[in-house]
């Protein structure tokens, strides 16, 4: 993401949505009741009541909606912003929804910007400059090619061998092999790192395969063992945090680290609280190291006091995705949690 303008009168600032983990941050950012401007397409007015065949092609035209919803779809790459057309040249008090892709530009207008939303600003700027990383779990009869984005780990591709007997659910034919380097070929880019992982020794025959016909990607991936392919390998992965110095840098890792320490103080009854209750007790100790919060808590309640009192007392806050494993099971303790520095009684 990059910001584009910004005036801290008029609280409004301007961005260019380079990625989709930008429309994610964005998702994050966004809330009801804001004020958005874009431009859109839309068919002129008087025209759209005509029968089919009559009606009017549609205008290029910049719109301001008061938001009403936000939905985040991360398999078609777009985020929907549905709200009531308040400026605009046309059709003022109807609605119309804006679909967000990269390369689109947008301003954001609130009353008042959060801290929390500030930060999601600051981090979208500072996450566009960190590469991607492509992950291929596999076993010698299936495949999953998946890529880290900021919001988790989003499966793009999974191959069969054809002596499984299973359909290929990827396009193309040929050689299993091939069309693993194929894809992972066709997602990587000029330094994107890439992981190759699973169970058996069919790694070691795609690291192979994939020197011979892409020695510049595949000359630099790393090649780690695990227990399970697929993405469920993947997942494996990135609990036990064995990717080394590829994913030092990732957020995913990070959040997923913390919330397996999270899960691992609880069995033990050791330095952590969860639950709102705990937690804003904890927080008002002075106890808390690390406060973990699901996003979609910060989406729809304004926990900015929260947040800034654990930091005023030393403490760290990690907003939590709720699009990886590790999110989900943050919410099924209550979206709350934080690790302490001393009991809380």
């Given at each position: 993401?990059?910001v584009?303008h910004?005036?801290?009168?008029?609280?409004?600032?301007?961005v260019?949505?380079?990625s989709?983990?930008?429309?994610?941050h964005l998702?994050?950012?966004i809330s009801?009741?804001?004020?958005?401007?874009?431009?859109?397409y839309?068919?002129?007015?008087?025209?759209a009541?005509?029968?089919?065949?009559?009606?009017?092609?549609k205008?290029r035209?910049?719109?301001?909606?008061?938001?009403?919803?936000?939905?985040?779809?991360?398999?078609?790459?777009?985020?929907?912003?549905?709200?009531?057309?308040?400026e605009?040249p046309?059709?003022?008090?109807s609605?119309?929804?804006?679909n967000?892709?990269?390369?689109?530009?947008?301003?954001?207008?609130?009353?008042?910007?959060?801290e929390?939303?500030?930060k999601?600003v600051k981090?979208?700027?500072?996450?566009?400059?960190?590469?991607?990383?492509?992950?291929?779990?596999?076993?010698y009869?299936?495949?999953a090619?998946?890529?880290?984005r900021?919001?988790?780990?989003?499966?793009?591709?999974?191959?069969?061998?054809?002596?499984s007997?299973?359909?290929y659910e990827?396009?193309g034919?040929?050689?299993?092999?091939?069309?693993?380097?194929?894809?992972?070929?066709?997602?990587?880019?000029?330094?994107?790192?890439?992981?190759?992982l699973?169970p058996?020794?069919?790694?070691?025959?795609?690291?192979?395969r994939g020197?011979?016909?892409?020695?510049?990607?595949f000359?630099?991936?790393r090649?780690f063992?695990?227990?399970?392919?697929g993405?469920?390998g993947?997942n494996?992965?990135?609990k036990?945090?064995?990717g080394?110095?590829?994913?030092?840098?990732?957020?995913?890792?990070?959040?997923?680290?913390l919330v397996?320490?999270?899960?691992?103080?609880?069995?033990?009854?050791?330095?952590?609280?969860?639950?709102?209750?705990?937690?804003e007790?904890?927080?008002?100790?002075?106890?808390?190291?690390?406060?973990l919060?699901m996003?979609?808590?910060?989406?729809?309640?304004?926990?900015d006091?929260?947040m800034?009192?654990?930091?005023?007392?030393?403490?760290?806050?990690?907003?939590?995705?709720?699009?990886?494993?590790?999110?989900?099971?943050?919410?099924?303790?209550?979206?709350?949690?934080?690790?302490?520095?001393?009991?809380v009684?």
């Amino acid at each position: 993401m990059r910001v584009l303008h910004q005036d801290r009168k008029t609280g409004e600032i301007k961005v260019q949505v380079d990625s989709l983990d930008d429309l994610w941050h964005l998702f994050n950012i966004i809330s009801v009741g804001d004020m958005v401007f874009a431009v859109t397409y839309r068919r002129e007015e008087g025209k759209a009541d005509k029968i089919r065949s009559e009606r009017g092609e549609k205008r290029r035209m910049r719109l301001g909606l008061r938001v009403e919803k936000v939905e985040f779809h991360e398999f078609e790459d777009r985020l929907r912003i549905l709200g009531v057309i308040e400026e605009g040249p046309q059709d003022l008090g109807s609605y119309h929804t804006f679909n967000m892709q990269e390369g689109e530009v947008i301003s954001i207008i609130k009353e008042r910007w959060t801290e929390a939303q500030l930060k999601r600003v600051k981090r979208a700027v500072e996450d566009a400059k960190r590469p991607k990383i492509v992950f291929v779990s596999l076993e010698y009869d299936e495949a999953a090619i998946a890529v880290l984005r900021q919001f988790g780990i989003q499966e793009l591709a999974h191959i069969f061998a054809p002596s499984s007997g299973k359909m290929y659910e990827s396009k193309g034919e040929g050689d299993y092999y091939d069309e693993i380097v194929g894809k992972v070929v066709q997602i990587s880019g000029e330094g994107v790192p890439v992981i190759i992982l699973g169970p058996g020794f069919a790694k070691e025959t795609l690291i192979a395969r994939g020197k011979e016909r892409s020695p510049e990607i595949f000359g630099r991936a790393r090649v780690f063992h695990t227990g399970q392919a697929g993405m469920a390998g993947i997942n494996e992965l990135m609990k036990k945090g064995i990717g080394g110095d590829i994913l030092e840098d990732s957020r995913v890792a990070m959040e997923v680290q913390l919330v397996e320490q999270v899960l691992s103080e609880i069995s033990k009854d050791g330095l952590v609280a969860y639950g709102t209750k705990e937690v804003e007790k904890a927080v008002k100790m002075g106890a808390v190291d690390t406060l973990l919060i699901m996003d979609s808590l910060v989406r729809h309640r304004d926990l900015d006091e929260l947040m800034r009192s654990a930091e005023a007392s030393g403490g760290r806050v990690v907003v939590v995705s709720e699009h990886h494993d590790a999110g989900r099971e943050l919410e099924s303790i209550g979206g709350y949690a934080a690790l302490l520095r001393f009991k809380v009684e």
